[in-house]
C-alpha cells in the first residue's frame, strides 16, 4: 500500500515551453502534498506545500508564478512549469502525507525534466 | 525556518563494519526526525524515524538517536553490507507541516 505515482516520469521540452508534472496517490487519500527538487548529488529541496482545495505555500526564493501548483483533489496535485528554461532541469519529486497520518511523507518516483 | 545539516557528505566503510551519520537542526519546535535512503535515481525511503519524546529507535542493524538539547540526531548503520551503499537523507520537522532535508551522505559500502 501508500503508493504514489508521477507522470511524467522524464520529460524533455523546449525553452518558453510549459510542462505539467502529475501527483497521484493511487491507494490512499493526501490532505497535504508537497514538492521538492533535486540537483544531482544534492539534497531534495522543499518547493511548496499543497493543500487539498486551498493555496499551495511556497517556500522562499521559489516563483510561485513560475511553479504553479493545483491540488483539486485528495489524490492529485499538479506542478506546471511556465516559460521553462535550461535552468529549470531538475528531478522534482513530490510526496504525499496520508489525512489523518501527517508525519508520514510517500515520495513519488520523481520527473526529471530537461529544458532545451 | 528549520535549517538542518548534515556530515559526512561521503562516508567509504568495509563491509562489516559500522557507518555513523550526524545532523543538527536549528528549530527547537520540530519534534519528528525521518531518516531516508535514496539510491540512483529512485525516490527516498523511509528507513526509521524518532519523535522528540525518544531518546533512542533500533530496527534491526539500523537505530537513530536524538539529543534534543543539542538539537542534534545520528543514524547508525552496523554490520554494513554492500546493498548499504546508497545516498542517506535526515529531515527535521514540526508535527504535519514541512519535512527540512539534510544535505546528503553518500555511503559507500566496499566488500
Known amino acids: 500500500g501508500a503508493v504514489v505515482s508521477q507522470h511524467p516520469s522524464w520529460v524533455i521540452c523546449k525553452s518558453g515551453t510549459s510542462v505539467k508534472i502529475e501527483c497521484r496517490s493511487l491507494?490512499?487519500?493526501?490532505?497535504?502534498m508537497f514538492w521538492y527538487r533535486q540537483f544531482p548529488k544534492q539534497s531534495l529541496m522543499l518547493m511548496a506545500t499543497?493543500?487539498?482545495?486551498?493555496?499551495?505555500?511556497?517556500e522562499q526564493g521559489v516563483e510561485k508564478d513560475k511553479f504553479l501548483i493545483n491540488h483539486a483533489s485528495l489524490t492529485l496535485s499538479t506542478l506546471t512549469v511556465t516559460s521553462a528554461h535550461p535552468e529549470d532541469s531538475s528531478f522534482y519529486i513530490c510526496?504525499?502525507?496520508?489525512?489523518?497520518?501527517?508525519?508520514?511523507?510517500?515520495f513519488g518516483p520523481g520527473t526529471r525534466l530537461t529544458v532545451l | 525556518g528549520e535549517n538542518v545539516e548534515q556530515h559526512p557528505s561521503t562516508l567509504s566503510v568495509q563491509e562489516g563494519d559500522s557507518a555513523v551519520i550526524k545532523c543538527t537542526y536549528s528549530?527547537?519546535?520540530?519534534?519528528?526526525f525521518p531518516w531516508y535512503k535514496q539510491e540512483l535515481g529512485k525516490r527516498p525511503q523511509l528507513i526509521i524515524d524518532i519523535r522528540s519524546n525518544v531518546g533512542e529507535k533500533k530496527d534491526q542493524r539500523i537505530a537513530v538517536t536524538l539529543n534534543k538539547t543539542a538539537k542534534h540526531f545520528s543514524l547508525h548503520i552496523t554490520e554494513t553490507q554492500p546493498e548499504d551503499s546508497a545516498v542517506y537523507f535526515c529531515a527535521a520537522s514540526y508535527t504535519g507541516n514541512q519535512f527540512y532535508f539534510g544535505t546528503g551522505t553518500s555511503l559507500t559500502v566496499i566488500p
Open positions: 499543497s493543500n487539498e482545495g486551498s493555496k499551495a505555500t511556497y
Open positions: 510526496s504525499a502525507s496520508p489525512s489523518g497520518d501527517p508525519d508520514t511523507q510517500y
Open positions: 491507494d490512499f487519500q493526501a490532505t497535504t
Open positions: 528549530d527547537s519546535a520540530s519534534n519528528y
